[in-house]
């Protein structure tokens, strides 16, 4: 098992930068995927971005270049810097994670779920 747990979200004005994180504990693995994924009010659950053990990393078009994902494997930590923020970007963001690398970016890929933490952007 692999517990996740989100912090770092709140309410930012359009154009501002946030940071999220997650702290994942449980269960190691020699290989993983952990990823990003957001579901706005409404509407479906998608994937943003994601980085494997190794560092390599996959983002969605619609946040490449505003958005970092960036992990600390000693501390267990996976990040999210999101720059230019638009009310789009308005979501609750949850961190995912499964026991190999090359996952795509779909939910279904991914095994253990964090609660999600909620990101509002105000225009």
């Known amino acids: 098992q692999v517990q996740l747990v989100e912090s770092g979200g709140g309410s930012v004005q359009a154009g501002g930068s946030l940071r999220i994180s997650c702290a994942a504990s449980?269960?190691?693995?020699?290989?993983?995927?952990m990823a990003w994924f957001r579901q706005p009010p409404g509407e479906e659950r998608e994937g943003v971005a994601s980085?494997?053990?190794?560092?390599?990393?996959t983002y969605r078009d619609f946040v490449k270049g505003r958005f970092t994902i960036s992990q600390d494997n000693v501390a267990r930590l996976l990040y999210l810097e999101m720059r230019s923020l638009k009310p789009e970007d308005s979501a609750v963001y949850y961190c995912?994670?499964?026991?190999?690398?090359?996952?795509?970016?779909?939910?279904?890929?991914?095994?253990?779920w964090g609660q999600g933490t909620k990101v509002t952007v105000s225009s």
């Open positions: 995912a994670y499964v026991h190999r690398t090359g996952a795509p970016l779909v939910a279904d890929e991914y095994y253990y």
């Open positions: 449980g269960a190691t693995h020699s290989r993983y995927s």
């Open positions: 980085i494997d053990i190794y560092g390599r990393t």
